[in-house]
Structure formats: C-alpha cells, structure tokens
C-alpha cells in the first residue's frame, strides 16, 4: 500500500493514495541546525494536486544521511480548487535515506487534510551519507567532517 492522506470536509473523512515528491536548497551541511527552501509536489490520487512551497529547518544528522529531524513550514496551492492555504511537515530521517514524513494543511473554511509518507530521499542516500561507510563507501560526500 501507498503512503495515506485524510481529508476531512464537514465531518466527512476520505482516505487516499498520496505522493510527495520534493526538491531544494539549503545551508552548509556542516552546521548543527541547517536552514532552506523547498519545493513539494503532492498529487492526492483520485481528488487533486497541491504545489507547496516551504521553508526547512533540520538537524546536523538529517542532513547528512544520519538520523534526525526537519520541520517544513509554508504555504500550499491546490490546484484544482484555486486555494491557498498553511502547510507544514515533520519528517523523520533515518540512516540510508530512509524518511517518514507528516503533513497536514488547513482548507479554507472546509476542513483539514493530513498525510503520512514513509520515503527515500536520495541525496541523503548518496551525496549527503555520511553514514555505512563499511557497506558502502561514499566516494564523493558533500559534507567530510575530517575537513572541519
């Protein structure tokens, strides 16, 4: 099974099948809380699409392929309905790119909406893992701690 969205309308709840697909940019990796901005594409299948762009906080071993955590705050468009609205994000990192990710938003005047997604995020996989060296070396890493 694929990761889960609610909406909740008046009352009524719906389960659906969501993706969340993301991109961005951020601070230095060597930092202990690292800032940037993101971008997240999150068709919800069977009902719309919504265009967020936000604003990340995360931890040192977030960022580089370790455990930790992030926090995503900003704003949502969806797209079928012409809306606007707040949108936010807990995500949990684990070693090897490994994510579980929390979302929820606020409809105008309708309701909530809120999703869990279990992903691989994959330059947390290759560039930004600086963890498993003994499985699996990585040769060309962002971030080399021995440089600091």
């Known amino acids: 099974m694929g990761p889960v969205g609610v909406w ?4 009524h709840q719906e389960t659906l099948v969501t993706l969340q697909l ?3 940019l951020g601070t230095d990796p060597s930092g202990g809380i690292i800032f940037g901005g993101l971008g997240r594409l999150q068709p919800q299948f069977g009902r719309t699409t919504d265009l967020a762009l936000l604003v990340r906080s995360a931890t040192h071993g977030y960022v580089n392929g370790d455990w930790g955590l992030a926090l995503d705050l900003g704003a949502y468009h969806r797209l079928t309905e ?10 949990l990192g684990a070693p090897w790119g490994i994510t579980l990710s929390a ?3 606020l409809e105008a ?5 809120a999703s869990a997604t279990l ?8 560039v930004y ?3 498993g060296y003994s499985w699996w070396r990585n ?9 600091d």
């Open 8 to 11: 909740d309308e008046h009352g």
């Open 103 to 105: 979302t929820g938003g």
């Open 82 to 91: 012409r809306e606007i609205g707040p949108t936010g994000s807990l995500v």
């Open 109 to 113: 005047d309708r309701g909530f909406f």
């Open 139 to 147: 040769t060309f890493p962002a971030y080399r701690p021995e440089e």
């Open 22 to 24: 993301e991109t961005g």
């Open 129 to 131: 893992r600086t963890t």
């Open 119 to 126: 992903g691989l995020d994959f330059a947390r996989l290759t």
